[in-house]
């Protein structure tokens, strides 16, 4: 349990470093008090998701499907045929991009069904 407790602490931050990044290239890239914005924005991300775990202890099933829903199946089920579609639609057959469009489809309709039964979940 501590080497689990350990490992969450040390890959956090690994985790975190290029969101941060590319969220302060986009919105804190200039201006005053720059370092004091780009702080408190991360103060309030890890204190956000400090809170989200207490929140969620007895719940923690619940709350990894919501996660899984809203973050993973896009990555892994939605976006995939679309670059696909988007890199491709001028060189490839009329099948082939019906094909990406009805993956994206299924990977839409599996994220709303997993975030519909986790939302139901939390309030059962």
Do not use: W
């Amino acid at each position: 349990m501590m080497l689990l407790i350990f490992s969450i602490i040390v890959v956090y931050p690994v985790m975190l470093y290029p969101a941060f990044m590319i969220f302060d290239l986009h919105f804190f890239n200039t201006g005053e008090n720059k370092n004091l914005k780009q702080n408190g924005f991360r103060t309030f991300v890890v204190l956000g998701t400090i809170a989200l775990g207490i929140a969620s202890i007895g719940n923690f099933d619940n709350m990894l499907a919501l996660f899984g829903s809203v973050l993973c199946t896009p990555l892994g089920l939605i976006l995939p045929p679309i670059f696909h579609y988007q890199t491709f639609k001028s060189s490839q057959s009329g099948s082939r991009s019906i094909f990406d469009l009805l993956f994206f489809l299924i990977g839409c309709s599996i994220s709303v069904v997993v975030f519909t039964f986790t939302i139901a979940g939390f309030f059962s």
